[in-house]
């Protein structure tokens, strides 16, 4: 049986939210796709002309707010915001990965080992979506708004809570959740920014990674034993 509402809502008002350890329900409901209308231009760090392809305008907010406690800013590098992340998610749930292409999608769904990996009749796309709207109804129910909007360290404690298992949702379970969000924030944060992320390569020069260089054989002897600082070289440069 999944974690409700009011489950939620008792957590909360004894301030054990952490605490609300719950079974979730494997069974899908149906799941609502955004109209086409619904692109919308991004709020933050990016440039005017960008649209989304996948989320709505409430689902971009909450993947924002959870990219900046995930991956925040620091005096190292940019954001995960700042670096294009949610852009980078976005743009692959609205392709094949959102869509499950190369995901054995027959059937059945049962419990499997942990070895065996995530076992769910949705795809990514759509356990993002009823993954958001189920977070966003506790979120509601419990402090009054969205999760974009709640205090740092509320935040933190519901992205934790989901992460140990300690929150159950109804229709993904939280973990799995977690995993994905965290799994894509990374890629997007370090892949080349052709794929939407890493913008201005600001992670690969963080850690010093030269990119899609093809050549060091001139720099072998100079920079043996020594930092390599080389501007990173991505696909666009390439071309």
Request: hydrophobic share 45%; proline share 9%; aromatic share 10%.
């Amino acid at each position: 049986m999944g974690w409700g509402r009011r489950d939620f809502l008792r957590a909360c008002g004894a301030g054990v939210v952490a605490a609300a350890r719950a079974a979730w329900a494997r069974t899908p409901r149906p799941v609502r796709r955004p109209p086409p209308q619904s692109r919308v231009r991004w709020a933050r760090g990016m440039p005017p002309a960008e649209t989304l392809l996948f989320f709505t305008a409430p689902e971009a907010a909450f993947v924002t707010a959870a990219t900046d406690v995930l991956l925040p800013a620091d005096d190292a590098g940019p954001g995960g915001v700042e670096a294009g992340v949610v852009r980078y998610i976005d743009r692959q749930l609205a392709g094949a990965f959102g869509g499950g292409t190369r995901t054995y999608r027959l059937g059945p769904w049962r419990d499997g080992t942990a070895a065996q990996g995530d076992q769910l009749p949705l795809t990514p796309a759509e356990a993002y979506r009823v993954a958001i709207a189920d977070i966003e109804a506790m979120c509601g129910d419990c402090y009054g708004g969205p999760f974009a909007t709640l205090a740092p360290a509320q935040k933190r404690e519901i992205l934790g809570g989901l992460d140990s298992g300690d929150i159950g949702l109804a229709r993904v379970p939280g973990t799995v959740f977690m995993d994905m969000l965290l799994a894509n924030a990374r890629e997007g944060y370090f892949a080349d920014p052709a794929y939407g992320g890493n913008q201005g390569a600001a992670a690969w020069t963080m850690v010093g990674y030269p990119g899609a260089r093809g050549d060091y054989a001139r720099d072998i002897l100079a920079f043996r034993d020594k930092p390599f600082p080389v501007e990173p070289v991505t696909l666009a440069d390439l071309q």
